[in-house]
């Protein structure tokens, strides 16, 4: 069996231990290492709770600075880990991604490394970190998977198995996140709010046309009607996947499409106006040099506590257009989640469920060699039928539009 | 000729600076004293300009922390200064006073004292700090004139005209204070951010029926119809004069009202509710400790730079109603001042011109001995006749609107 260890201790850290925790006969022991250990234990008594005391026991707690590539490897050799899900900060990601490059062991993650000092580089976006690394990964035969949560993640393997079964030539692949969940707080993001806030601040990339295109954010929206949310409108976004989708898929157009209410973007954009959503330190009239984002984050909630009081549902999907037998056809593929029924499985709410269940079955791939591919993929490069069968089984049924018919995705 | 002290080198300071500077036959030297000497050299600079060079040689830039009272004690000693203006932070104030105390210098300020710790203390205000003082002063025979400057300061003076001259019972003071001017910045307060937002985030104080009222900002708005800036909706706001107006008053109700505009509401609300006014310190997540209202004033344009753009004009007065020969009647005494008139004479928005000009006012009657009175006043403790005409002649000319007439409140 494969020791795994798990890089964070937040929200997503805490699907991904209890999804562990649900599939303890693929995996040996679970170590979930932080930079403090208290996270990291309280979600071990939170796995205790559901899962049992037998579950827990296979679980262990480490403290490491993820920043420190060496303290990361000695962590993967002393645990025998052979797996690493990284699912802390993005600004660790290609640090941890060192570390297994020393040691060998697989790579995982559900979001693109960022430099804290630069928001929105230039596309394509992992051209700047991850892709300068590919050789490398190549060459000691470590298996990488890039960006394997939903969004990038679920939604890379929806555009595949729609570019594999459903048309002969794709001319767009259009991802729409809608979160039509509510929450109790005044106001809150549904993840780190500093990770959060830098998606919206730099320019909104998508690739039209065969090339890339810059809009600002909210500037181009699109109306939505959607399964279960119905009616929602979204906006033109940059995000992860548009660019390993725009590489795969060099002659579709590439589009992200994320909804928001009127009250997120009346506050964004006070924020955003102030100069308090910027990276760049200012100086207080004391002297005193503080980056406001992380003042803003200071004061907002933590993502993790909106959960008990979370209701609603989540639909993200992609929705691919283009030919089949010289026809135009489109397909939406997608899943909807429950916030509720997130927090009663696993104590969290739906934005973390989704991003934490599919690094998870990407694990369980790569443990199984139906993914160890010893090399960097991003998912869409992968075959994409035992990653959404797995998730099936996992809480993250796929569903299909085709010709106006909403089918399951069903095993083949 | 009285040598003069100006604590502070703000937007306020300019203007107290460089109305000294046409009141040079008055005063002998003008020290200027701030943390840094960089922002009182400018202002010396800036005379230099409006004034030219032989005012300018008068004026003197010192550095100094106005919270170490025996430092200013010392800076006045060397200075000769007989007066001093505080228009600093409302941090020091009390400092600043205990330093008169101890070199029988005269005190004027503008605004009340402020406990950096604590936002709205208990009514009435001024009994938290300046009224303790009030017998020290007396006994050492130091004159401390409080709240010298627009509001409070000049309505206060209104109050009492009104008060003395229209009626023989005052049943309501309702000072009313709109800014009709726009400048060209997303957003800006147009005094310091920090004590701005300060007197919004707690309770709001009203006098009324004999007693303390409470309320939350923006709850009660009140529509008015005024001279030169039109219908204007204000709201019932926390402000210093109701504090000393209603314990010379106390049968009369006392409400301060302010003027906002739904922009300014909307980016105060979010900024309030997701705490980023407060003044208690929040921890990073990377272990640092920040004031997050340091940090919104940090990001905040500095309220002078808005004063080359600045346009249109303020309308501030004060309504009293009452009776006189036993029927009802209400005057409203007021002045309204031109933003770019402001900038032009002295360099500066007409928010720190109303601000400003009334405690060189103030300063001339110390200096003259008509208020050289050798206690502790609030402005509505003093003869309103020679502030009034004082004021008529720098600048900040009253009219009054009694039985439906408008017309200037003319020396006597």
């Not at 290609?94 to 960022?114: N, Q, S």
């Not at 929206?221 to 992860?240: I, S």
């Amino acid at each position: 069996m494969t020791n795994l260890l798990i890089i964070g201790a937040g929200g997503v850290a805490q699907v991904v231990a209890h999804k562990c925790a649900q599939h303890l006969d693929a995996f040996g022991e679970v170590h979930i290492a932080s930079r403090r250990t208290g996270k990291c234990d309280a979600i071990i008594a939170s796995v205790r709770d559901k899962a049992g005391p037998d579950a827990a026991a296979r679980l262990r707690a480490h403290a490491v600075d993820a920043t420190d590539s060496s303290a990361v490897a000695r962590l993967i050799e002393t645990t025998g880990a052979r797996i690493v899900i990284n699912v802390a900060s993005a600004f660790v990601n290609m640090h941890v991604l060192e570390a297994c490059l020393m040691t060998g062991a697989a790579y995982i993650d559900t979001a693109i490394h960022e430099d804290p000092a630069k928001v929105c580089e230039t596309p394509p976006w992992y051209g700047n970190h991850e892709w300068k690394r590919a050789e490398r990964c190549a060459q000691a035969g470590v298996t990488a998977i890039l960006g394997a949560g939903f969004d990038p993640g679920v939604v890379n393997a929806y555009a595949r198995l729609a570019a594999d079964e459903h048309l002969d030539e794709v001319r767009s692949i259009d991802i729409v996140d809608i979160n039509a969940g509510k929450h109790d707080r005044w106001f809150a993001t549904n993840f780190d709010p500093e990770i959060n806030f830098r998606e919206f601040t730099g320019t909104v990339y998508s690739w039209q046309g065969g090339a890339w295109q810059s809009n600002r954010m909210f500037e181009v929206a699109r109306d939505w009607d959607l399964p279960v949310v119905g009616r929602q409108k979204a906006y033109l976004t940059g995000h992860d996947e548009v660019h390993s989708l725009s590489r795969r898929f060099p002659d579709a157009d590439v589009r992200f499409w994320m909804g928001f209410g009127d009250h997120y973007i009346n506050v964004f954009t006070v924020l955003k106006n102030l100069g308090l959503l910027s990276e760049k330190p200012v100086r207080t009239a004391e002297g005193q040099e503080v980056v406001p984002l992380k003042v803003v984050k200071a004061v907002l909630p933590d993502p993790a506590s909106l959960a008990p009081a979370y209701e609603g549902k989540t639909c993200i999907g992609t929705l691919v257009r283009g030919t089949r037998n010289g026809e135009e056809r489109e397909v939406f593929v997608y899943n909807v989640a429950d916030h509720r029924e997130a927090y009663e499985e696993v104590g969290a709410q739906g934005i973390s469920y989704t991003a934490g269940v599919p690094p998870v079955a990407a694990a369980l791939l790569v443990a199984s060699g139906e993914w160890d591919i010893r090399r960097m993929a991003h998912v869409e490069d992968l075959p994409p039928r035992p990653f959404l069968a797995r998730l099936d089984r996992m809480g993250l049924p796929s569903r299909i539009v085709e010709d106006g018919r909403d089918s399951a995705v069903r095993a083949r």
